[in-house]
């Protein structure tokens, strides 16, 4: 979240927003595994990766619940993170942002 505050046109898509509902989620030997890609909502997941290589940003009707926990305070101060700004850019020759994406998950490489 931190890379989200010092980049511009930064956006996270959470894998855990794609979460299957309870009832979906596999049990192995009696207890439900969430640790497995069977959890995920593969399908959402690629649609939404989709939208994003092709407009640069995050759907907009993807509400992340990750996005609304709190992650408590920091040790980063306020001024390395303006500092950072200030000393990063990313922009195109026409000076918009460049838009990053970061992929928070744990199964992002399973097979």
């Known amino acids: 979240r931190l890379l989200r505050d010092i980049f511009p046109g930064t956006f996270i898509l ?3 927003d794609f979460y299957k509902t309870d009832t979906e ?3 192995k030997n009696g207890v439900q595994d969430w640790d497995c ?16 290589k092709e407009h640069g940003k995050s759907p907009p009707d993807l509400l992340s619940k ?5 992650i408590g305070e ?3 101060d306020q001024n390395v993170i303006d500092t950072c700004k200030t000393k990063t850019s990313l922009q195109r020759k026409d000076k ?3 838009p990053i994406a ?9 097979e």
Not at 66 to 70: K, Q, T, V
Not at 102 to 110: K, R
């Open 25 to 27: 989620i596999p049990v």
């Open 37 to 52: 890609i069977e959890a995920i909502d593969l399908s959402g997941f690629e649609t939404a990766l989709s939208y994003i």
């Open 66 to 70: 990750e996005d609304h926990n709190s």
């Open 14 to 16: 959470h894998e855990d």
């Open 74 to 76: 920091t040790d980063v």
């Open 96 to 98: 918009s942002d460049i």
């Open 102 to 110: 970061i992929v928070d998950g744990f199964l992002l490489y399973s």
